[in-house]
């Protein structure tokens, strides 16, 4: 299974962008990128996906580094309810699909 | 607009007894996955299904049986609870593709072994 490496907590001030950062050296050519979040009590919940390109949505966006090896989700103004673990994932669609979740990283906004 | 639901929300079983997670998801998704996640822990996933009669075994399958009879339900079986079963599992489905459809999940069952 495709690991992805993130750091376990990250601070935020409210009102500003947040950059969380997410390694996947091993990723192949097939695989798709994915970010969740699990607020405090929840089932996680879908944040955004990509393949190649950059991607944006209500939500926020997604900036892939060219040679796919890491990528970064960016909420562009961090809100108190944006506090969360936030877990970066390959879709491993030719291995069965498979969605494998790490440890997350774990954001805190600061009022 | 149900998605996906887990019953029961909670329940509290004694080390040796049986009980079976219900899942349903009414988005006639083909992938289903039952994951579970430890106090401070992030998900491990325990058994998946890519369509109905089709399953196989995740990251941490010991101790847990599934079915797959119909598109719509995914049970979990667990046949002898021990201690080290207590956690929060969950359901979740997302459409056959390559790769880009999301996951949705269940909220969840919180399941105590004592």
């Known amino acids: 299974d495709a690991k992805t490496t993130q750091p376990n907590s990250m601070e935020s001030n409210e009102e500003e962008p947040v950059h969380l950062p997410c390694n996947h050296s091993t990723i192949s050519g097939t695989d798709y990128i994915h970010w969740y979040r699990q607020l405090p009590s929840q089932g996680p919940e879908y944040v955004i996906h990509?393949?190649?390109s950059n991607v944006n949505n209500r939500m926020a966006s997604l900036a892939i580094a060219e040679d796919r090896k890491s990528s970064t989700l960016i909420l562009h103004r961090a809100t108190l309810r944006d506090a969360a673990v936030y877990y970066c994932i390959l879709r491993e669609w030719n291995t069965g699909n498979q969605f494998y979740f790490g440890t997350g990283t774990s954001l805190t906004v600061i009022p | 607009n149900a998605g996906v639901t887990q019953t029961p929300k909670f329940r509290i079983l004694k080390i040796g007894q049986s009980m079976t997670l219900q899942c349903t998801q009414d988005?006639?998704?083909?992938?289903m996955y039952w994951y579970r996640q430890d106090p401070g822990m992030g998900l491990k996933l325990i058994y998946y299904s890519v369509g109905a009669g089709i399953t196989d075994k995740g990251e941490v399958p010991n101790g847990y049986n599934v079915s797959r009879s119909t598109t719509e339900d995914f049970p979990l079986r667990l046949e002898l609870a021990a201690p080290s079963q207590t956690s929060v599992y969950f359901c979740?489905?997302?459409?056959?593709?390559?790769?880009?459809?999301?996951?949705?999940f269940g909220n969840g069952t919180r399941l105590t072994v004592t």
């Open positions: 990509g393949l190649t």
């Open positions: 988005m006639n998704h083909n992938y």
């Open positions: 979740a489905s997302s459409y056959r593709d390559r790769g880009g459809s999301p996951l949705h």
